[in-house]
């Protein structure tokens, strides 16, 4: 059962359904509202299946949609944590001692100017449904005040997400998944590696990610890679 303040349900509709600036989608209005109302300096918002498939559909900026991609393509950090144990993960220094625990992805991180990352699984009962991670600059915790805000933003979008009887509500539609920043490149490439590898897609896309963190690229090249047919993979290789 949720708890969710009555004021904040008001604030984040107002925000997502609000007019929205040119190509600007509902899920990058959430991460946008949540720069605003909260001292953070990026969030990113993703859906995620059991089988491990990550879809990043809305980010603040750039840094954040960065720092997204780079733990798709590790397939370590917070955000996965976070997902697999259904509570929040709370980082509020990137290059202190909570950051050993995802080396490579912490340095990373850090590179990319970020301190602190707090991940927060969106998830009603057992059906957990995404991630809404929020970025800072500069390291420190948040405030019981912010936690608590941050908390309720993360029920109201899975409430928005599955709606009261279970199903997605017209605005959170597949249309999320279309606008992906994933979308077409990786999907294609996946499809491909299906067909390559005669296997599912949820493997297929652990393939590519794989590939990736030991070539040292990001997902998006490589999956450039394979539908310029300059990539290929066999199931000797799998």
Avoid: N, Y
Wanted: charged share 25%; glycine share 10%; proline share 4%.
């Amino acid at each position: 059962m949720f708890v969710v303040d009555a004021g904040r349900i008001e604030w984040l509709l107002a925000a997502i359904r609000g007019t929205p600036a040119d190509d600007e989608t509902m899920p990058v209005r959430i991460c946008l509202a949540c720069v605003e109302a909260m001292p953070v300096d990026g969030a990113s918002l993703s859906l995620m299946a059991e089988e491990g498939h990550r879809e990043r559909v809305g980010s603040s900026d750039e840094t954040a949609a960065m720092g997204e991609e780079l733990e798709v393509t590790l397939g370590e950090g917070p955000g996965v944590e976070a997902f697999a144990s259904g509570r929040p993960v709370l980082v509020a220094d990137i290059e202190g001692p909570d950051g050993t625990t995802w080396p490579t992805f912490a340095d990373g991180l850090a590179a990319m100017g970020t301190r602190s990352v707090f991940a927060f699984p969106l998830q009603l009962g057992a059906v957990r449904l995404g991630l809404l991670t929020l970025t800072s600059r500069s390291p420190g915790s948040l405030s019981a005040d912010d936690l608590a805000d941050a908390l309720r933003v993360a029920d109201v979008t899975s409430l928005l997400l599955l709606g009261r009887e279970g199903q997605l509500v017209e605005d959170f539609d597949e249309r999320w998944l279309d606008e992906s920043t994933w979308t077409p490149e990786v999907h294609q490439a996946t499809g491909m590696l299906m067909s390559q590898l005669k296997m599912g897609a949820a493997e297929a896309f652990v393939r590519l990610r794989a590939f990736a963190f030991a070539a040292d690229l990001e997902l998006s090249q490589v999956a450039g890679r394979v539908i310029a047919r300059r990539l290929t993979f066999s199931e000797e290789d799998a």
